[in-house]
């Protein structure tokens, strides 16, 4: 090989890594905002993704992620948040429930947040309206606090000996006044109790459950909150270890070992979300993509777990389920 031909073969082999992370650096970053942490939002994390292939866009191909999460800690979200802002991203993905959102729009009235949240997006001030969220953010909102007194129905239906009911709630995040005020009407319009204990932290959810040790409750309800899905594999531990039938908002809990959930289905929704964020990379601004409310609501049952709390779940429930899990 003459020299002159081997400088310039070397020349491009050196150029070869600097193109590749040019190429790299070049494709638009979605940054993931959670409030928990990679393993216990990794279904939502996965949902997103699939949405963002949906669109168009595959990690590495034509797009990169970055993540943040908090640890359950609410207080870091905000720093957070500006780090993807330092970072520059081309939209953040907002997947820990109200507070990510918040911090987020709290960081930023430039780059796109994309979000998924049970909250309300108008209260919490994310957007102006459904219809025309206006600035730059939109998203999907989905059903929780709507579905409180249904989750209460098939409860009562699988233990309607229960007199005391226990309701556990993350006090920063508590369901709304009226939804509090329906539950408890229907509670009391059947003879029974509401016991309400509260908990933010770990310490907190271990004393939740000490309380709900000395009041025996025959019966709980398990409010929905993000602090609270990240800990579903606690919170499945401590009721069967309490023997307590206990209905949830969200089928991952089920999945769990939960006994029983009703509610939205999030997978679906972080999906849709996904898809705006690919929309967004595409061009679109979030003020003209209506906020999205993801309806599709699923009613899920574990009979292994039924089994060993010794409950019959009544046929017609049984019926109605959209998943059972034996």
């Known amino acids: 090989m003459r020299r002159r031909e081997f400088i310039t073969l070397l020349s491009g082999a050196a150029a070869w890594p600097l193109a590749a992370r040019a190429q790299q650096s070049a494709m638009p970053v979605v940054g993931f905002l959670g409030t928990g942490s990679p393993q216990s939002d990794a279904f939502r994390v ?12 595959v990690e590495g191909q034509n797009v990169a992620f970055e993540y943040r999460w908090a640890e359950n ?9 500006a780090e993807l802002v330092r970072r520059n991203v081309a939209v953040i993905a907002s997947i820990g429930g109200i507070n990510s959102a918040v911090a ?10 994309v979000f998924a949240t049970g909250g309300d997006p108008i209260k919490a001030g994310l957007v102006a309206s459904l219809n025309r969220p206006g600035g730059n953010v939109t998203g999907v909102s989905f059903l929780t606090e709507t579905l409180v007194t249904k989750q209460f129905e098939v409860l009562h239906q699988t233990v309607p ?3 005391l009911i226990g309701l556990l709630v993350n006090p920063t995040l508590t369901i709304a006044e009226a939804e509090r005020s329906d539950l408890l009407a229907t509670v009391e319009s059947l003879g029974q109790k509401l016991l309400i204990v509260k908990a933010t932290t770990d310490s907190e959810l271990d004393a939740a459950f000490v309380t709900l040790a000395q009041q025996h409750p025959g019966a709980l309800m398990v409010m929905g909150d993000a602090f609270f899905l990240s800990r579903r594999d606690k919170l499945v531990e401590l009721t069967a270890r309490q023997r307590i039938p206990t209905v949830y908002n969200l089928r991952e809990y089920v999945a769990a070992g939960g006994l029983m959930s009703y509610g939205t289905n ?30 599709k609501v699923e009613f899920a049952i574990n009979l292994r777990t039924a089994k060993a709390l010794g409950l019959d779940v009544p046929l017609p429930l049984l019926g ?5 899990i034996e």
Not at 73 to 81: F, H, N, P, S, T
Not at 288 to 294: I, K, M, N, T, W
């Open 46 to 57: 996965a949902a997103v993704r699939q949405g963002l292939t949906e669109a168009g866009y």
């Open 104 to 113: 987020a729009k709290s960081s930023t009235a430039i780059i796109p947040i």
């Open 73 to 81: 800690q609410y207080e870091r979200l905000e720093a957070l948040a």
């Open 320 to 324: 109605r389920a959209d998943e059972v």
């Open 266 to 295: 999030i997978t679906e929704a972080h999906r849709i979300a996904g898809l705006y964020a690919g929309r967004i990379i595409k061009g679109e601004k979030p003020a003209d993509l209506p906020v999205q409310q993801s309806t």
């Open 161 to 163: 000996s229960a007199t």
